[in-house]
């Protein structure tokens, strides 16, 4: 079955950097963007940005670039979220999805990887 | 930034009540809308998409309708399964994909 992996949790200072990854299996992985959503605790869903995994092409949300990076590895069918420069309110649960056409022009999120929790602390 | 508004922000309803969520748009997004459920400690789970088909393995009871800027997802008979939280995402502006700011289902 299509699945989503995403790694464990992780505990950063103010000002360091996090790299989540994400491994998909069960599809061809360069048929489907990732998109990156993250959560804050006890708020909304908020998008972070997309790419492709056929060719690498990115798209990050407005207020998260210069400090957000994603990538890709078709050989291990896994994709990878840098944020840098991280803060008390990056604090959050990070979701990759697979963006998923079928039959539609643009892509919705299925499924879901597990989810990460990334907290920011002094 | 296309801004979605969902209402209400909670449903109090009972198990095999009927429930109606809203999500309003600040511009048209055609039908390039999507329902998701989050259960608490999970990911989110997708619903409906282009405003009004169901994903794979949706049950009937769960319906979408709508284009432009108003949507309604619709619960026909509350399941006790079904109190979740409700999202709304657009992406008429593809790859990007905004969210609405989420509506809780609650046991009355």
């Known amino acids: 079955q299509v699945q989503l992996v995403q790694s464990g949790a992780e505990v950063k200072k103010p000002g360091a950097s996090v790299k989540v990854s994400c491994k998909a299996s069960?599809?061809?992985?360069?048929?489907?963007?990732i998109s990156w959503v993250r959560q804050a605790p006890g708020q909304g869903l908020e998008w972070m940005g997309w790419?492709?995994?056929?060719?690498?092409?990115?798209n990050y949300a407005q207020k998260l670039q210069g400090r957000v990076t994603m990538t890709t590895d078709t050989s291990t069918s896994t994709a990878y979220m840098e944020l840098r420069s991280l803060r008390s309110d990056d604090t959050a649960v990070y979701y990759c999805?697979?963006?998923?056409?079928?039959?539609?022009?643009?892509?919705?999120?299925?499924?879901w990887g597990q989810g990460t929790l990334v907290t920011v602390s002094s | 930034e296309i801004v979605l508004t969902q209402s209400p922000a909670t449903l109090s309803l009972s198990p095999g009540e009927r429930a109606t969520l809203s999500c309003r748009a600040s511009?048209?997004?055609?039908?390039?809308l999507a329902w998701y459920q989050q259960k608490p400690g999970q990911a989110p789970r997708l619903l409906i998409y282009?405003?009004?088909n169901r994903a794979t393995g949706i049950p009937a009871r769960f319906s979408g309708s709508g284009s432009g800027t108003d949507f309604t997802l619709t619960i026909s008979s509350l399941e006790p399964e079904d109190f979740a939280v409700y999202y709304c995402?657009?992406?008429?502006?593809?790859?990007?994909?905004?969210f609405g700011q989420g509506t809780k289902v609650e046991i009355k």
């Open positions: 999805a697979r963006d998923w056409r079928g039959a539609s022009v643009v892509g919705w999120f299925d499924p």
């Open positions: 069960g599809y061809t992985f360069t048929s489907y963007g």
């Open positions: 790419i492709s995994a056929y060719n690498g092409n990115t």
């Open positions: 511009q048209s997004v055609s039908s390039y």
């Open positions: 282009d405003a009004s």
């Open positions: 995402q657009q992406r008429s502006n593809w790859p990007s994909g905004t």
